[in-house]
């Protein structure tokens, strides 16, 4: 099986362009994860999703930010207008259930902003 | 409020011997997960191994287990007769009952010696 997919790998864009970020779940998982990696701060939650619906935004930066799931199987992370502070590796997640299960997390996008 | 903290931020090991990655955990939710992932230096974050606060026994998988001492909240890591790709960023994560996001710690990079 497939493992979580994420698009494109690797972006680098000029501050002020929109950055679209995509990820596909494992098939049959229904919570989907949006983590953002960086130095500074180390790993931490933007926004999760169950069965489509999102649970949980509180980690969402700024109004810059935004994510959408409009299916099981497809979400998209967009920063509009990007900054220089938004590069990061982003990384999408999915597991089953709301429960304590494990989440499988995808290769990442590394954002950079110039 | 959640919390995970890991001490270590650098750890050698010989090849072959075992090594313990400490993680402590903070968490007033009376269920929750304990987990450690594995990212190299290419960067995907990799699952290794789960602990459910209600499990009897220390979870295991292959080389690796986990310490689960739970009066002292703690779930250390064990990995025996280390190999050279175990050199990697090690992080210990929890998930509690109140949402689906995982809390990360800052991580320990390991390195292998030959």
């Known amino acids: 099986d497939a493992g979580v997919i994420q698009s494109p790998r690797h972006e680098v864009t000029e501050m002020g362009q929109e950055v679209t970020l995509r990820c596909k779940p494992i098939?049959?998982?229904?919570?989907l994860f949006w983590y953002r990696q960086t130095m500074m701060r180390g790993l931490e939650l933007l926004i999760y999703f169950n069965n489509n619906v999102p649970i949980d935004d509180s980690g969402m930066p700024e109004d810059r930010f935004s994510a959408k799931m409009p299916n099981a199987s497809f979400s998209t992370l967009k920063i509009q207008p990007s900054e220089p502070r938004d590069s990061a590796v982003y990384f999408c997640?999915?597991?089953?259930?709301?429960?304590?299960?494990?989440?499988?997390f995808g290769p990442g996008t590394r954002l950079t902003v110039t | 409020a959640q919390k995970i903290t890991q001490t270590q931020p650098g750890m050698f090991v010989q090849e072959k011997e075992a090594v313990t990655l400490d993680c402590t955990y903070d968490t007033s939710d009376p269920s929750y997960g304990l987990f450690w992932y594995k990212q190299p230096s290419s960067g995907e974050m990799i699952f290794l191994i789960y602990q459910g606060s209600y499990d009897q026994q220390n979870a295991t998988e292959g080389r690796y287990s986990l310490n689960f001492q739970k009066a002292r909240k703690s779930a250390n890591l064990v990995i025996s007769a280390s190999q050279l790709g175990d050199s990697a960023m090690y992080f210990c994560a929890m998930r509690g009952t109140q949402g689906g996001k995982l809390i990360f710690g800052q991580g320990t990079e390991l390195s292998v010696k030959p």
């Open positions: 098939s049959g998982h229904n919570s």
């Open positions: 997640a999915s597991s089953l259930g709301q429960g304590l299960g494990e989440q499988y």
